[in-house]
């Protein structure tokens, strides 16, 4: 090994470090902290009414974050509006209403996952127990990026009723977790 090589190689390594870190988490930090943000102002609401609240994320012609205005839905499903034109989506959002014995709520459901997958664009969860997941509509998979408590969380959860999560699922495991 030359000197020349072995000046190159801790930056090398960092820049693979990078890499890998980029393919986990896709979005910026910003992106994060705008999206944590918006679920903590929605969240008390969603789980007061216990109903989904849904919309989209995108940028505006400044690139600064926005969303559309949150349209309330049902106790177990949400359809959003149409985003306004001058807004750039990057992602659809809903939240998933208040803690409950009978819904699977702290994970994306297999319907979110392939509404994005056919709408092509990613999505973000928030859950009654906090937590945030986001759709990735490429990799056809949902991955928890943050966990309980992340997000505002329902104070009647109760962890012993809710069943535990994997940090990722394909739409397949997703079927298989609803119809087990
Ligand atoms: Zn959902």
Same mark, same amino acid.
């Given at each position: 090994?030359?000197?020349?090589?072995?000046k190159?190689?801790?930056?090398a390594?960092?820049?693979i470090?990078?890499?890998?870190?980029?393919?986990?988490?896709?979005?910026?930090?910003? &992106?994060?902290a705008?999206? #944590?943000? +918006? +679920?903590d102002?929605?969240?008390?609401?969603?789980? =007061? #009414?216990n109903? &989904?609240?849904?919309g989209?994320f995108?940028?505006?012609?400044?690139?600064?974050?926005? =969303?559309t205005?949150?349209i309330?839905? $049902?106790?177990?499903s949400?359809?959003p509006?149409?985003?306004?034109?001058?807004?750039?989506?990057?992602?659809?959002?809903? #939240?998933h209403?208040?803690?409950?014995?009978?819904?699977?709520?702290?994970?994306?459901?297999?319907?979110?996952?392939?509404?994005d997958?056919?709408?092509e #664009?990613?999505g973000?969860?928030?859950?009654?127990?906090? $937590?945030?997941?986001?759709n990735? =509509?490429?990799?056809e $998979?949902?991955v928890?990026?943050?966990?309980?408590?992340?997000?505002v969380?329902?104070?009647?959860?109760?962890?012993?009723g809710?069943r535990?999560?994997?940090? $990722?699922?394909?739409l &397949?495991?997703?079927y298989?977790?609803e119809? &087990?």
């Amino acid at each position: 090994m030359n000197t020349k090589t072995q000046k190159l190689a801790p930056f090398a390594f960092l820049f693979i470090m990078c890499l890998s870190i980029s393919g986990v988490f896709a979005q910026s930090r910003a &992106e994060l902290a705008f999206v #944590t943000k +918006f +679920f903590d102002e929605l969240q008390p609401k969603s789980i =007061a #009414t216990n109903r &989904e609240y849904c919309g989209y994320f995108g940028r505006d012609e400044n690139q600064s974050f926005v =969303a559309t205005r949150p349209i309330r839905g $049902r106790e177990g499903s949400c359809l959003p509006a149409d985003p306004i034109s001058e807004m750039d989506i990057f992602a659809s959002y809903h #939240t998933h209403g208040a803690f409950s014995y009978d819904f699977d709520s702290e994970l994306p459901s297999s319907d979110d996952l392939r509404a994005d997958i056919a709408e092509e #664009t990613n999505g973000y969860i928030a859950t009654p127990g906090g $937590r945030i997941w986001f759709n990735d =509509a490429n990799r056809e $998979r949902a991955v928890m990026i943050c966990g309980r408590n992340c997000t505002v969380s329902d104070s009647d959860f109760e962890a012993d009723g809710a069943r535990g999560v994997r940090n $990722r699922y394909s739409l &397949e495991q997703l079927y298989v977790r609803e119809n &087990e």
